[in-house]
């Protein structure tokens, strides 16, 4: 996977497999369908913070390495080298993260490569937080990015999020009273990626005392 030379990471918990759809299950059939596709195509996603776009763009490239395809994943969130952009259309899938970090030269960078994408068969898959012609790029690579398919992600309701943070919970195997996420919607943020953190912490904080994951263990974490 040529993304080894860089600073970055893929997040195990991070699968297609395991997206909690909700509203947004055509988009992750969509994703899918292009694993079985020989022809290239480009797909531009966006939405809100803890929407999920990270998720299904490292759920990508996990599947993309389970099919034995050559992949990058990048976050443009993250300092990239110079000129990485260049020469990626080698590759069978390039997931682009966090488009509206791309510098000056990036974006050319990135023009260049989706024409490129267009005569092979690589799957270009990139995210971003608005639609293509509400980043600040060139105008070339705004209008490219503008005919590419486009989905947004809806912001993930109550019931949702309460059911990635059980499968978190579920995949880490621990045990934790079922009023705690009651507790946590009332008492500590509806907001997704702060709970998941929590979740983390918590998990922490029960291995070294050796409990369960209790509303007064969530009131010492907090406190912390």
């Not at 694993?35 to 809100?48: A, N, R």
């Not at 999920?52 to 993250?78: M, N, P, R």
């Not at 990139?126 to 060139?138: A, R």
């Amino acid at each position: 996977m040529n993304q080894l030379s860089l600073p970055l990471t893929l997040d195990s918990k991070m699968l297609l497999s395991n997206f909690v759809a909700g509203d947004n299950k055509l988009t992750v059939e969509f994703l899918l369908r292009l694993f079985q596709q020989k022809h290239s195509s480009i797909v531009y996603i966006y939405g809100p913070r803890s929407s999920g776009k990270t998720h299904l763009l490292q759920g990508c490239a996990f599947k993309a390495l389970d099919s034995e395809k050559d992949v990058v994943y990048i976050d443009l969130s993250q300092e990239i080298p110079e000129g990485f952009l260049d020469g990626l259309e080698s590759n069978d899938w390039v997931c682009i993260d966090n488009i509206e970090h791309l510098t000056k030269s990036q974006q050319h960078s990135l023009f260049s490569l989706y024409n490129l994408a267009i005569n092979t068969g690589l799957k270009l898959i990139i995210s971003g937080s608005v639609l293509p012609n509400e980043l600040i790029l060139i105008k070339d690579l705004k209008t490219r990015l503008s005919l590419a398919t486009i989905f947004t992600l809806q912001y993930p309701n109550d019931d949702i999020k309460r059911t990635i943070i059980m499968r978190q919970v579920e995949e880490r195997n621990l045990r934790i009273d079922t009023n705690i996420y009651d507790y946590l919607f009332k008492y500590y943020s509806r907001d997704l990626e702060g709970l998941l953190s929590l979740i983390d912490r918590l998990d922490k904080a029960s291995l070294q005392k050796k409990n369960n994951i209790t509303i007064p263990l969530v009131k010492q974490v907090l406190k912390a």
